[in-house]
């Protein structure tokens, strides 16, 4: 049970990790946007098109997927506008969905390397939440490096504060 809510803790923290700290929920919204404006553009261009494909804003809406998405299923837009709309879309919306993946990735995994700060606290909280499974010469030994380390950042804080001769 233990472990099953720690997990779930972990998932937590990691969906609000990459909520916080990578560019994808403003990435998603602003696709969603640019998918609903460029499929109605699609919807307006070819609404008066004999032969068009695409007859109603549902059809856009599932061609504004079909078609960034590289599946090929799209329908294809007849007028030159509706097609120079669905090229532009085409090159916006690839770029934007697969940025998307590959920023949040590669910002999530290179998060640690910039706060590492940030990834000794959070690793210091989980082990206090482990406090109660440790025997009693485990925690003398964490007394003791829990000295040492007071130690070393009063000699930290030291070293920092004194002021700077220059030569």
Do not use: C
């Amino acid at each position: 049970m233990m472990k099953k809510r720690l997990s779930h803790k972990r998932f937590k923290r990691f969906v609000s990790d990459v909520y916080t700290h990578t560019p994808v929920t403003r990435m998603v919204l602003l696709l969603v946007i640019l998918w609903l404006g460029f499929s109605f553009g699609i919807y307006l261009a070819e609404q008066n098109v004999p032969a068009a494909a695409i007859t109603s804003y549902s059809d856009a809406l599932y061609w504004g997927v079909a078609a960034f998405s590289t599946a090929g299923i799209a329908d294809t837009p007849t007028s030159g506008t509706a097609q120079l709309i669905g090229g532009v879309w085409i090159v916006i919306g690839s770029i934007l969905f697969f940025g998307t993946i590959v920023a949040t990735v590669t910002t999530y995994f290179m998060r640690p390397m910039q706060r590492p700060h940030k990834k000794i606290i959070e690793t210091i909280e989980y082990n206090l939440e482990q406090l109660d499974n440790l025997e009693i010469e485990e925690l003398d030994l964490l007394r003791n490096t829990v000295d040492s380390l007071i130690e070393h950042v009063e000699q930290l804080k030291a070293r920092h504060s004194k002021p700077v001769v220059e030569q």
